[in-house]
């Protein structure tokens, strides 16, 4: 987030300078993704993924607990089919060579190995939730989406 902010500032004073400083849309951009990618396993883990809570709030014992475990699994199976494709793109990226198209000429894997690296996190995070719900473990998810959401 501060190379963002970084990277924000120094295209603002560039622009008010009248001089160009090549590449910092671009990196502006890999450093949002990057942020983006790399806190979602941190949000997970805290509770403050959206979910939608309607069916599961009309159901209680074992059918509220099949419901977690299903949609825990399913989520872990595309998480982790999100990290191998990502981490297998910021491989395949370095083995081409292959670069931005932008002024800047970046190496992409440098870019997308936040991202291969902000999936796998977040792969982890949905294997362990998914562990914790099969062993009993799992806190339960506190209702409080307006306080969250004013």
């Given at each position: 987030?501060?190379g ?19 590449g910092t ?8 993704a990057?942020?983006?990618?790399l806190?979602?396993a941190?949000t997970?883990?805290r509770?403050?993924?959206?979910r939608v809570?309607l069916v599961l709030?009309a159901?209680?014992?074992?059918a509220r607990r099949a419901?977690?475990?299903w949609?825990?699994?399913a ?12 981490v297998?793109?910021?491989?395949q990226?370095h ?7 932008a ?7 440098i870019?997308?190995?936040s991202?291969?690296?902000g999936?796998v996190?977040?792969?982890i995070?949905?294997?362990d939730e998914l562990?914790?719900e099969l062993?009993g473990?799992?806190a ?5 989406e307006?306080?969250r959401?004013?």
């Open positions: 987030m501060v963002l902010l970084a990277m924000v500032l120094l295209s603002i004073v560039s622009r008010a300078l009248h001089f160009h400083v090549p849309d671009a990196y502006a951009g890999y450093l949002m990057a942020a983006g990618f806190a979602l941190h997970l883990k509770g403050d993924h959206i809570t709030g159901l209680a014992g074992g419901l977690e475990v949609a825990l699994g989520a872990s199976l595309l998480a982790s089919l999100l990290a191998f494709y990502s297998r793109l910021a491989w990226s083995a081409f060579n292959d670069v931005s198209t002024s800047d000429a970046t190496p992409l894997w870019p997308q190995l991202m291969a690296v999936t996190i977040l792969a995070a949905f294997v562990v914790l062993r473990r799992r339960p998810v506190a209702s409080d307006a306080a959401n004013e």
